[in-house]
């Protein structure tokens, strides 16, 4: 096995760190005795009532946390380990010294804050990590893995905070870098697991300056009759359908756009110029994702339709990040897009990552890059969560080849959470196109699941394979209305 050359650090997605109080109070992690803390106590994780949260460490495995399915980063340190020889591990904790002999940082961050916030804490990390080498050995020293907002927090480290120097490479998985429908979605109608509505967690996450960074940078929202689309920061007071677009939506989406204007501005002076990192964006492809917003009379709804201003709208995404806005605006060359066929939580631990980094470790791989996965894949049609005892509907798209008669699709639900329960038997899909099929099955008991869908008789590979996480949350559930 080779070694690695460079310091790898790693930057979770929202929701893909520890957090606890300052005097040692877990408020964020994947014991099953806090999911229901995140839910019926929210304001645990207000920015009013605890201002600075602690990050103590990265979530170890794809988990349900009251209602949200958040990224694990266990799995992608293990295949680290497993491909380089003698890797060090370290995480960086606030207050702590670090230890230099580490080549993996783990970097958790209060992924409540503003990106800006961590990317300091990032900078001045690193920083001490380099202090000790000359100025020669420390340049083009790093390699940074981020997942989803964990890219914009480095972006913003390498362009606004002027990192850029002492970094060979970014990696992003999955990251909204043009932002995604779904946070507008979640901050304009509230958030919901099938039809309930959760008003305390809505409201908690309406304060956190790194949900709005998650809006669309881009104008994502249709308006009546042929309307130029807007901007979410565009929108007027009173647009929402159940919870008004209001004053203080509108100047914290401003503020966020501004954010991402730093970024832009930053990196459109990198490229070419003796300072910039390389840069690879790993996307998923074909899976059905939350696109644009449609504004009407009964307010602004959110879809997985397509819109037509944006281009590739066939790329779909990973289920949470449409596939373009997981690419950087000033990244022109094709060869650093790698399109995956992992939806967005299973990104965290992508094997991607190791064939790239093999790559800088001086392995000679042969790996194809490009705006399409080189294999057939199967796209899903999942949502991240559901209601005891309400039907989830599972849609399959296949991608890359052309079903044939001898094409069919199973599915089945698996226990991944410790609880003594068997798999489910796996149910025949129906076809519903050429190449899609449909399913519905009853979730079982409130939990965290592993979907698994298996395709046979595919032309060219015989058979595929594909799955995710789904979390299932009791009907009662925050008391939540409809």
């Known amino acids: 096995m080779a070694s690695l050359k460079h310091l790898i650090v790693v930057v979770p997605g929202i929701g893909g760190s520890v957090l606890q109080t300052v005097e040692g109070a877990a408020r964020w992690d994947e014991q099953r005795r806090r999911f229901v803390s995140a839910a019926t106590r929210s304001h645990r994780l207000g920015l009013d ?3 600075d949260l602690v990050p ?16 694990g980063y266990d799995g992608l340190v293990r295949k680290i380990r497993n491909r380089f020889d003698d890797v ?14 580490a080549d993996l940082v783990l970097f958790p961050y209060d992924f409540r804050h503003s990106i800006r916030h961590a990317a300091e804490r990032l900078a001045a990390d690193v920083a001490a990590r380099l202090s000790g080498e000359h100025s020669r ?9 981020a997942h989803s907002m964990g890219g914009l927090v480095a972006r913003y480290w390498l362009g606004p905070l002027g990192g850029a120097a002492d970094c060979a490479a970014l990696i992003t998985l999955g990251t909204p870098h043009r932002g995604a429908p779904k946070a507008l979605d979640v901050l304009a109608n509230g958030l919901k697991v099938g039809p309930k509505r959760l008003a305390g967690l809505t409201s908690v996450l309406r304060q956190w300056p790194s949900a709005y960074e998650l809006l669309p940078r881009y104008p994502a929202v249709a308006g009546p009759d042929g309307a130029e689309p807007l901007r979410p920061y565009e929108l007027e007071e009173g647009t929402g359908a159940d919870v008004p677009v209001d004053a203080s939506f509108t100047s914290r ?39 644009q917003a449609l504004l009407s009379a009964s307010g602004l709804s959110v879809t997985k339709g397509s819109p037509a201003w944006l281009p590739n709208p066939d790329w779909l995404g990973d289920g949470t990040v449409p596939a373009i806005s997981a690419i950087p605006i000033e990244l022109r060359d094709m060869r650093a897009r790698r399109a995956v ?7 965290a631990s992508s094997s991607v990552v190791v064939d790239i980094l093999a790559e800088y470790a001086g392995e000679s791989i042969e790996s194809v890059r490009g705006d399409k996965p080189d294999r057939p894949w199967l796209g899903l049609d999942l949502d991240d969560t559901a209601l005891c005892g309400d039907p989830v509907a599972v849609g399959v798209t296949l991608h890359g080849a052309q079903a044939d008669e001898r094409t069919q699709v199973r599915i089945r639900v698996r226990a991944r959470d410790g609880q003594e329960k068997t798999a489910t038997p796996w149910l025949p899909c129906a076809r519903s196109g050429d190449d899609q099929w449909q399913a519905q099955f009853l979730p079982p008991d409130a939990g965290t699941y592993s979907v698994e869908v298996a395709a046979t008789g595919v032309p060219v590979v015989d058979r595929l394979q594909a799955g995710d996480v789904l979390g299932v949350v009791d009907a009662g559930y925050e008391g939540a209305g409809s």
């Open 49 to 51: 009532t605890h201002p």
């Open 56 to 71: 103590v460490g990265l979530m170890p495995d794809i988990t349900l946390i009251g209602p949200f399915v958040v990224p």
């Open 88 to 101: 060090q591990v370290d995480v960086s904790l606030p207050g702590r010294e670090p230890d230099n002999r």
């Open 137 to 145: 050995a420390r340049r083009r020293r790093v390699i940074v893995v």
């Open 253 to 291: 989406a401003k503020a966020a756009f501004g954010v991402h204007q730093d970024i832009e501005a930053a990196w459109t002076e990198l490229p070419g110029g003796p300072n910039c990192p390389e840069v690879t964006a790993a996307f998923g492809r074909g899976h059905a994702t939350l696109q």
């Open 341 to 347: 066929a992992e939806r967005h939580m299973a990104l």
